[in-house]
T-cell receptor
Framework: TQLLEQSPQFLSIQEGENLTVYCNSS?????LQWYRQEPGEGPVLLVT?????EVKKLKRLTFQFGDARKDSSLHITAAQPGDTGLYLC?????????FGTGTSLTVIP | SQTIHQWPATLVQPVGSPLSLECTVE??????LYWYRQAAGRGLQLLFY??????ISSEVPQNLSASRPQDRQFILSSKKLLLSDSGFYLC????????????FGSGTQLSVL
């Protein structure tokens, strides 16, 4: 089983603030994904990063894949209450997808 | 378009009773299929995955089993549930190959009492 550690585990911020979530592992992955999950629902894919050092932007969200393809970060600019949710990273190797420990984000209006 | 169906949404079962959760995918053929379990507010633990009919790989030895009787059907079972089997169970599919992303069902909240 591959282990991916996310930090922080919990994050509560005011609307308009910036934040960064980290996803770290000692394993190399062929790709890494970020998902967002609402309570009682399945996770929904936000982005997939494939190349070491790759940076992808999705509106106010910026995703980066580490050069060694072992870690990733998610940066949110000017957070909004609609960003509230559980953020999960997942590393893919072969046909398996291993998920991080999760970061629960609350954005206070 | 592809859709994934998972049922039931919630289930309350006594300790020692059997379990059967079903998942079906529509709109694609030969998907890779997955069962995950999630503790409240935490990450997902990979339980089983399948790359084809009758092909099941187990990630964590435990009180559960999985079967894939048809190309787009994935079933999670137990003969006798334990208290520790409680959790949120999620079925997912991927296209395999370079399509490295998962699409999830809506989940089953299982409470074993």
């Amino acid at each position: 089983t591959q282990l991916l550690e996310q930090s922080p585990q919990f994050l509560s911020i005011q609307e308009g603030e910036n934040l960064t979530v980290y996803c770290n592992s000692s394993s190399v992955f062929s790709s890494l994904q970020w998902y967002r999950q609402e309570p009682g629902e399945g996770p929904v894919l936000l982005v997939t990063v494939v190349t070491g050092g790759e940076v992808k932007k999705l509106k106010r969200l910026t995703f980066q894949f580490g050069d060694a393809r072992k870690d990733s970060s998610l940066h949110i600019t000017a957070a909004q209450p609609g960003d509230t949710g559980l953020y999960l990273c997942a590393g893919a190797t072969g046909n398996q997808f291993y998920f991080g420990t999760g970061t629960s984000l609350t954005v206070i209006p | 378009s592809q859709t994934i169906h998972q049922w039931p949404a919630t289930l309350v079962q006594p300790v020692g009773s059997p379990l059967s959760l079903e998942c079906t995918v529509e709109g694609t053929s030969n998907p890779n299929l997955y069962w995950y379990r999630q503790a409240a507010g935490r990450g997902l633990q990979l339980l089983f995955y399948s790359v084809g009919i009758g092909q099941i790989s187990s990630e964590v030895p435990q009180n559960l089993s999985a079967s894939r009787p048809q190309d787009r059907q994935f079933i999670l079972s137990s003969k006798k549930l334990l208290l520790s089997d409680s959790g949120f169970y999620l079925c997912a599919w991927s296209g395999g190959g370079f399509q490295e992303k998962l699409f999830f069902g809506s989940g089953t909240q299982l409470s074993v009492l």
